[in-house]
Structure formats: structure tokens, C-alpha cells
């Protein structure tokens, strides 16, 4: 009996936080697993979606900056490749992000009915983007079937830029999650922070544009890396398109140093209002 | 075991949340504590409860009876106290908790289960007997979205009450469903409560709570006033809850005059003296003092007794037998006197309703005073004494032939 002791007292829930959480971890797998039964219920072509959806994108986006606008990828390098190469990464943070950062609205009967460690509800959510996002490299390789494009032994390091977009994702995630439970403007900043991140971020463009360019000022590059997308997008374009392409390493780093203030200061934010939750929804 | 130390919490209302968000926008920062009125919802409660109690907490609506049930629960915390649990609590505030509309019956056990802290592998081994008791067989793989209510209830029901931590936490979930499944809900509960588990139990179903339950606690404004037996403490609730402090006794309180009007009432016992308290081997006499200051023609009188939950025992009025006692009394007082005999109503509180009436009433002041008078039965000198179940009091004769 006294192994399930609980003692509660204000101030003292943190004790067996991250314990519960792996006592938890089968709620986590049902709230994935819900959402992932559930994303294209009712649906005519399904799953499809997460295919259509970045396909018609990269088409368009390769159109208006390749064809109208001329920008180039270099000389190997399909220009659409290079697009699908920052677009799947741009679509799971996306994804990931808007769904986490209202998961907890979204689940507001679960939250003030159920005890478990709230930080399970966002993180859940991103295994359904995560899965978009595997269905979605269909395109990649149908894209690199078309143009012969054969990515080169750098292609190992991609599941390290995908776990820095995972970290990216959940660090603002938890952030405006635990924002949007008190202030419900976040509701309307969310979509906002999404559109515009997807201009600020290189998913149309190479970042070789802005860091390669003699005419851009330092401070512009420097606010530019400070985007923790650049690093991903970045390091996805480094590792799928091989060669033909540079990283700028400086760059890089303080993308994914931002990348990972994000995550600890999501979490310690997250963990700081959680107590409050069930009030306050 | 849970023990259950002095706490308090602040309920902060909605209203600070948006003064704060207001406050943040318009830059104002002089948010004082005058700016909102602070709130226990619970004060000052302490208790502890043995393991394999079965417990109600029992108290009138904002008693903080679901604010303690959502701390044990830790769905929110405390700002002040301790709690101690020894066990793992499932909390059932709701049944349902994370149904998805979208998925089907199948798979909404599972997703119901595992948010309820069941493990997969618990799930899985009671699944048979889950459905079973949920009876929705056939619609295991349709949506349950497309359920009837009661379906979706029952489905809901089933899964909560396969549960089997060592505390089980219970809000107001038992109301649901038709009469037989709420039975059957009954009666698996106190399946679970012989285990051997403890169980937290808040209902205003006084029936449910005195079938489940073998101790009480009585919460008022925040407070615990009584943890007792269930008995003595739902009395004590009952008699709390009167409402507009209704007793044995009535005096009309208006001035002003009509043409009949019940000017006084009391509930007397059997020698005529006011009473409000009886055995249910003793009679109960109404004593209602009639004004009239204008003779009214036909006029008749009605009387209603009902029990707590506001059923219907006795209704009688003065046509029911010819002659009517009412027809063509004078100006001045007259008493009645109407007896409800020994051994007719069962354990409990009584209200009585009076109305008087007659067919030409429009062109006449008659008033109908409504609720006056409270008495209450008890039983302590039968064998089974309050475990009778019954409407009445009647005691059969066991005659030999």
C-alpha cells in the first residue's frame, strides 16, 4: 500500500513529475492514437491529405520563385527537390505546433475531470504530425525518382534535424499552450505566428540568399539565424540535397541553441502554470 | 486510508482573470485585492478515513463537496493543508471523460479506460465483461456518435465501474441511465465497496448514499460540520436543508385580511401537544386554525404530504367523502383537526401543503397558503428501524390460522 503514497501539498506536486509521466506513458499512446484515428474520419480521400496538401505547395511555391522569379539551386540541384526539402520540415512544425499549442483548449473536459501530468496532452499531439510528416517523404522520393536526384550518405543525419524540429515544435508548443489556457488570444496569434513564419523562414528560398548575399546587413543575417526554423530547414536542405549545398555552421548553432531555450523554457513555463490549469480553462 | 489535513483554497473567479487580462492591455496596474472578493471554497476541513469506508459527503450545492472531490483527485491543488493518500484514486467526476465522438464504441473503451488509469492490458482482460454490462453489443464498432443517449451512458458507466484502484472517488455519476441499469449501477458499486475498497461517494440521492454508504460527512460553506455515521449525519443534513425554515408550526404572516384564510397551523401528537418529531407507531395530528371573514360558498380544502424528494404521499381534500366539512362554515375561527393514523408513513421528512378553494373563488379572497408545516418520522423501535424501505409504515400481522 505505501508505495502509492501520495502526499499532496501546495508547492509539492513537482516531486514525481517525470516518474508519473512514464506511469502515464499508455495515456499518451490512447491520446495519440485517438488522434491519429480520428484526423481524417469522415474524409473521402483520407490520408491523402497529408500527401496533397505540401505537394500543392512545393508546386506553386516551385513555380512562382523558380519559373516567375528565377531563383536558382545550383547547378545539380532540381529547384523542386530544394522546396520539398524545406517544406516537410516546415509542414510538421507547423502542424506540430498549431496542434499543440490548442491541444489543451481541445482537451479542456479531459483537464478538469482526469488527473495526469498535462505536459502528455501536448506532446501527444505531435505524434499525429509526425506521421503526416512520414506519409509526406512520398514526395520527396517520387520527386527525386522524377528528377534522377540520388541524395548522398549525408541522408543518415536527417532524423537528427527531424528530432531538432520536434524540439523546435514542442518548445513553442508548450509555450503558447500554456498561454492559450489563460489568455485566448493566442487562439488568433497561433495561425498568425504559422503564416508569417512560413515567409521568415527559407521554405521558398535557399538561406544561401540571405547568408551568401554581400547586400543583406550583418544584423539582418544575425536576426535571420535567430530563427530556430532556419536551423532545421537548413540542416533538412544539408543532409537531403548533399553537395550542392553549404551549412553555415555559426548559423546553424545559434538556430539550434534557440531551437533548444525554446524546449527548456517551454517546459519550465509549462510546468510553472500547469498547477493552475483546471482553474483557469 | 486518506487523511486529510486543514486546507483552504482560493477559488479564483472568472471575473480576476479578465481584470488581469485587462489590466495587462490597458496598462493599468493599480489591481489591488479590493478589486476582487476572495473565496474558500473549502476551510478548514480535516478528516481521516479508514480503508474499506465507504463515505458520502453530503451538503447543499457550493458546499465545496466537488472542489474536495477535484483536490483528492488532484485535478487542481490546494493553497493551503495536506493530504495524504495511501493508494492509488481513480476519480470518476463524470462519466465519459474523453469520449470521442468520432471513434467507435471499441475503441472508446479503450481511450475511456486508459484516460481513467487503466492499463491496456487491464482494459483488454475486462473488455467481455465490460460490454456485457455496458449491453451495447452490437453497436461496438459504430461510432458513438451515432448511440442513443442511453447507450452512450451505459457504455460510459461500463467502463468506470470495472475500475479497481484502492480509493475510488465518485461525483454525482450514478443518476444516469433508466431505472434497471441504475440499479444494476447500484449494485455493482457495492460489489465494489465489499472488495474491500474505499470509497468517496457525493450524491444527493439519499437513497443511493444510505445503500452504499457506512459513514458521512456533512459539508457546509466550505466547512465540514459532522463526520459521523450515515444516519445521524444525513438527519443532520436533511434538517439543514429546510428550506424558508419550515417547522411544526405556522402563523400566518401577512396583516393584511381575506375572506378565509388560514390564520395558524400546527403539527400535534396524539395528547394535542406541538410536536414535530414522531415514531412511526405514533399518530400524527394537523391542527389548522381556518379565519373566515365572509362566508365563502363550496368552499373545500386540500391537503398534500410529501416526502423529501417531493413525492406525493397523502393527498386528500375535503370533496372526497361527502359531507364536506368545509361547505358553509361561519364567520369566526374554526379548528381542524386531521389525523394521519399510526404506522402509515415511513421513516423520513414530511411537508405538508395546504389549499383552500371553492367553485365560486373569483368572486371571492380565498388563499392558498401552500408549504407550512415540517414534521419528521423516525424509527427506533422496529428491528429493521431505517433500513425499511418502504413508503409506509404499515407493520404486518403475522397471524397464525
Same mark, same amino acid.
Given at each position: 500500500?505505501?508505495?502509492?503514497?501520495?502526499?499532496?501539498?501546495?508547492?509539492?506536486?513537482?516531486?514525481?513529475?517525470?516518474?508519473?509521466?512514464?506511469?502515464?506513458?499508455?495515456?499518451?499512446?490512447?491520446?495519440?492514437?485517438?488522434?491519429?484515428?480520428?484526423?481524417?474520419?469522415?474524409?473521402?480521400?483520407?490520408?491523402?491529405?497529408?500527401?496533397?496538401?505540401?505537394?500543392?505547395?512545393?508546386?506553386?511555391?516551385?513555380?512562382?520563385?523558380?519559373?516567375?522569379?528565377?531563383?536558382?539551386?545550383?547547378?545539380?540541384?532540381?529547384?523542386?527537390?530544394?522546396?520539398?526539402?524545406?517544406?516537410?520540415?516546415?509542414?510538421?512544425?507547423?502542424?506540430?505546433?498549431?496542434?499543440?499549442?490548442? &491541444?489543451?483548449?481541445?482537451?479542456?473536459?479531459?483537464?478538469?475531470?482526469?488527473?495526469?501530468?498535462?505536459?502528455?496532452?501536448?506532446?501527444?499531439?505531435?505524434?499525429?504530425?509526425?506521421?503526416?510528416?512520414?506519409? &509526406?517523404?512520398?514526395?520527396?522520393?517520387?520527386?527525386?525518382?522524377?528528377?534522377?536526384?540520388?541524395?548522398?550518405?549525408?541522408?543518415?543525419?536527417?532524423?537528427?534535424?527531424?528530432?531538432?524540429?520536434?524540439?523546435?515544435?514542442?518548445?513553442?508548443?508548450?509555450?503558447?499552450?500554456?498561454?492559450?489556457?489563460?489568455?485566448?488570444?493566442?487562439?488568433?496569434?497561433?495561425?498568425?505566428?504559422?503564416?508569417?513564419?512560413?515567409?521568415?523562414?527559407?521554405?521558398?528560398?535557399?538561406?544561401?540568399?540571405?547568408?551568401?548575399?554581400?547586400?543583406?546587413?550583418?544584423?539582418?543575417?544575425?536576426?535571420?539565424?535567430?530563427?530556430?526554423?532556419?536551423?532545421?530547414?537548413?540542416?533538412?536542405?544539408?543532409?537531403?540535397?548533399?553537395?550542392?549545398?553549404?551549412?553555415?555552421?555559426?548559423?546553424?548553432?545559434?538556430?539550434?541553441?534557440?531551437?533548444?531555450?525554446?524546449?527548456?523554457?517551454?517546459?519550465?513555463?509549462?510546468?510553472?502554470?500547469?498547477? &493552475?490549469?483546471?482553474?483557469?480553462? | 486510508?486518506?487523511?486529510?489535513?486543514?486546507?483552504?483554497?482560493?477559488?479564483?473567479?472568472?471575473?480576476?482573470?479578465?481584470?488581469?487580462?485587462?489590466?495587462?492591455?490597458?496598462?493599468?496596474?493599480?489591481?489591488?485585492?479590493?478589486?476582487?472578493?476572495?473565496?474558500?471554497?473549502?476551510?478548514?476541513?480535516?478528516?481521516?478515513?479508514?480503508?474499506?469506508?465507504?463515505?458520502?459527503?453530503?451538503?447543499?450545492?457550493?458546499?465545496?463537496?466537488?472542489?474536495?472531490?477535484?483536490?483528492?483527485?488532484?485535478? !487542481?491543488?490546494?493553497?493551503?493543508?495536506?493530504?495524504?493518500?495511501?493508494?492509488?484514486?481513480?476519480?470518476?467526476?463524470?462519466?465519459?471523460? %474523453?469520449?470521442?465522438?468520432?471513434?467507435? %464504441?471499441?475503441?472508446?473503451?479503450?481511450?475511456?479506460?486508459?484516460?481513467? %488509469?487503466?492499463?491496456?492490458?487491464?482494459?483488454?482482460?475486462?473488455?467481455?465483461?465490460?460490454?456485457?454490462?455496458?449491453?451495447?453489443?452490437?453497436?461496438?464498432?459504430?461510432?458513438?456518435?451515432?448511440?442513443?443517449?442511453?447507450?452512450?451512458?451505459?457504455?460510459?458507466?461500463?467502463?468506470?465501474?470495472?475500475?479497481?484502484?484502492?480509493?475510488?472517488?465518485?461525483?454525482?455519476?450514478?443518476?444516469?441511465?433508466?431505472?434497471?441499469?441504475?440499479?444494476?449501477?447500484?449494485?455493482?458499486?457495492?460489489?465494489?465497496?465489499?472488495?474491500?475498497?474505499?470509497?468517496?461517494?457525493?450524491?444527493?440521492?439519499?437513497?443511493? #448514499?444510505?445503500?452504499?454508504?457506512?459513514?458521512?460527512?456533512?459539508?457546509?460553506?466550505?466547512? @465540514?460540520? #459532522?463526520?459521523?455515521?450515515?444516519?445521524?449525519?444525513?438527519?443532520?443534513?436533511?434538517?439543514?436543508?429546510?428550506?424558508?425554515?419550515?417547522?411544526?408550526?405556522?402563523?400566518?404572516?401577512?396583516?393584511?385580511?381575506?375572506?378565509?384564510?388560514?390564520?395558524?397551523?400546527?403539527?400535534?401528537?396524539?395528547?394535542?401537544?406541538?410536536?414535530?418529531?414522531?415514531?412511526?407507531?405514533?399518530?400524527?395530528? @394537523?391542527?389548522?386554525?381556518?379565519?373566515?371573514?365572509?362566508?365563502?360558498?363550496?368552499?373545500?380544502?386540500?391537503?398534500?404530504?410529501?416526502?423529501?424528494?417531493?413525492?406525493?404521499?397523502?393527498?386528500?381534500? !375535503?370533496?372526497?367523502?361527502?359531507?364536506?366539512? @368545509?361547505?358553509?362554515?361561519?364567520? %369566526?375561527?374554526?379548528?381542524?383537526?386531521?389525523?394521519?393514523?399510526?404506522?402509515?408513513?415511513?421513516?423520513?421528512?414530511? !411537508?405538508?401543503?395546504?389549499?383552500?378553494?371553492?367553485?365560486?373563488?373569483?368572486?371571492?379572497?380565498?388563499?392558498?397558503?401552500?408549504?407550512?408545516?415540517?414534521?419528521?418520522?423516525?424509527?427506533?423501535?422496529?428491528?429493521?428501524?431505517?433500513?425499511?424501505?418502504?413508503?409506509?409504515?404499515?407493520?404486518?400481522?403475522?397471524?397464525?390460522?
Amino acid at each position: 500500500m505505501s508505495q502509492h503514497r501520495i502526499i499532496i501539498e501546495p508547492g509539492r506536486e513537482n516531486n514525481n513529475y517525470w516518474r508519473d509521466i512514464r506511469k502515464y506513458r499508455g495515456l499518451f499512446y490512447f491520446l495519440a492514437w485517438r488522434d491519429v484515428l480520428v484526423r481524417y474520419k469522415q474524409t473521402v480521400i483520407g490520408v491523402a491529405w497529408s500527401v496533397m496538401r505540401p505537394l500543392l505547395t512545393i508546386v506553386v511555391f516551385t513555380f512562382v520563385f523558380h519559373n516567375l522569379g528565377n531563383f536558382s539551386a545550383g547547378e545539380s540541384i532540381p529547384y523542386a527537390i530544394m522546396v520539398c526539402a524545406g517544406m516537410l520540415p516546415w509542414q510538421f512544425f507547423s502542424g506540430a505546433f498549431s496542434e499543440a499549442a490548442n &491541444s489543451l483548449v481541445a482537451n479542456s473536459n479531459l483537464l478538469t475531470k482526469v488527473y495526469f501530468p498535462r505536459l502528455i496532452v501536448p506532446a501527444s499531439t505531435v505524434i499525429v504530425s509526425l506521421i503526416d510528416f512520414f506519409i &509526406s517523404l512520398v514526395i520527396l522520393g517520387g520527386l527525386c525518382v522524377y528528377y534522377q536526384f540520388v541524395p548522398d550518405w549525408r541522408i543518415v543525419f536527417l532524423p537528427l534535424f527531424l528530432m531538432l524540429a520536434i524540439v523546435t515544435a514542442m518548445g513553442a508548443g508548450l509555450f503558447i499552450a500554456a498561454l492559450n489556457v489563460k489568455y485566448r488570444d493566442f487562439r488568433y496569434i497561433i495561425p498568425f505566428i504559422v503564416q508569417f513564419g512560413l515567409y521568415i523562414s527559407p521554405v521558398g528560398f535557399s538561406s544561401e540568399l540571405i547568408f551568401g548575399n554581400e547586400s543583406v546587413p550583418q544584423y539582418l543575417k544575425v536576426i535571420y539565424a535567430l530563427n530556430p526554423m532556419v536551423g532545421v530547414i537548413d540542416g533538412f536542405r544539408w543532409s537531403i540535397l548533399g553537395d550542392g549545398t553549404v551549412l553555415h555552421w555559426m548559423e546553424f548553432g545559434a538556430s539550434c541553441g534557440i531551437s533548444v531555450l525554446l524546449l527548456f523554457t517551454g517546459v519550465w513555463y509549462f510546468r510553472r502554470m500547469e498547477k &493552475s490549469f483546471a482553474d483557469v480553462i | 486510508m486518506i487523511r486529510h489535513e486543514g486546507r483552504e483554497r482560493y477559488v479564483a473567479l472568472r471575473d480576476v482573470v479578465s481584470n488581469k487580462a485587462k489590466s495587462l492591455f490597458s496598462g493599468k496596474r493599480e489591481l489591488t485585492s479590493s478589486a476582487y472578493e476572495e473565496f474558500k471554497a473549502l476551510d478548514d476541513v480535516s478528516f481521516t478515513i479508514e480503508q474499506g469506508d465507504r463515505v458520502a459527503i453530503v451538503g447543499r450545492n457550493g458546499a465545496g463537496k466537488s472542489t474536495l472531490l477535484k483536490i483528492l483527485s488532484r485535478i !487542481t491543488s490546494p493553497t493551503k493543508g495536506r493530504i495524504i493518500l495511501d493508494g492509488r484514486v481513480a476519480s470518476l467526476l463524470e462519466v465519459g471523460t %474523453g469520449f470521442h465522438p468520432e471513434l467507435s %464504441g471499441r475503441e472508446n473503451i479503450f481511450l475511456n479506460g486508459s484516460i481513467l %488509469g487503466m492499463s491496456k492490458a487491464e482494459i483488454k482482460s475486462k473488455f467481455d465483461e465490460i460490454v456485457a454490462f455496458s449491453e451495447v453489443e452490437r453497436f461496438l464498432d459504430t461510432p458513438v456518435k451515432r448511440y442513443s443517449s442511453g447507450m452512450y451512458v451505459r457504455l460510459a458507466f461500463a467502463v468506470a465501474a470495472h475500475l479497481e484502484p484502492e480509493i475510488l472517488v465518485v461525483d454525482e455519476v450514478l443518476a444516469v441511465g433508466d431505472a434497471a441499469f441504475q440499479k444494476k449501477c447500484i449494485g455493482k458499486m457495492q460489489d465494489v465497496s465489499k472488495s474491500g475498497r474505499t470509497v468517496l461517494f457525493v450524491s444527493h440521492n439519499m437513497s443511493a #448514499v444510505r445503500n452504499l454508504c457506512n459513514k458521512a460527512i456533512l459539508l457546509q460553506n466550505g466547512k @465540514l460540520i #459532522v463526520q459521523d455515521e450515515v444516519e445521524p449525519v444525513l438527519e443532520r443534513y436533511l434538517a439543514s436543508n429546510q428550506t424558508g425554515q419550515l417547522t411544526g408550526n405556522y402563523t400566518r404572516p401577512d396583516k393584511k385580511q381575506s375572506d378565509v384564510m388560514l390564520s395558524s397551523a400546527a403539527v400535534v401528537d396524539a395528547q394535542g401537544e406541538e410536536r414535530n418529531a414522531f415514531e412511526i407507531i405514533e399518530q400524527v395530528g @394537523l391542527k389548522l386554525n381556518l379565519t373566515c371573514n365572509k362566508p365563502v360558498p363550496n368552499l373545500y380544502g386540500y391537503v398534500v404530504v410529501k416526502n423529501s424528494n417531493e413525492e406525493v404521499i397523502i393527498e386528500s381534500d !375535503t370533496k372526497d367523502l361527502p359531507p364536506n366539512a @368545509l361547505d358553509g362554515i361561519t364567520e %369566526g375561527n374554526t379548528t381542524f383537526l386531521l389525523t394521519i393514523p399510526a404506522n402509515t408513513l415511513s421513516v423520513g421528512e414530511y !411537508t405538508v401543503y395546504l389549499s383552500f378553494s371553492s367553485s365560486f373563488a373569483a368572486d371571492f379572497s380565498v388563499e392558498t397558503p401552500g408549504d407550512v408545516l415540517r414534521f419528521a418520522i423516525s424509527d427506533s423501535i422496529t428491528e429493521r428501524g431505517h433500513n425499511r424501505r418502504s413508503y409506509t409504515s404499515v407493520l404486518l400481522n403475522w397471524q397464525k390460522k
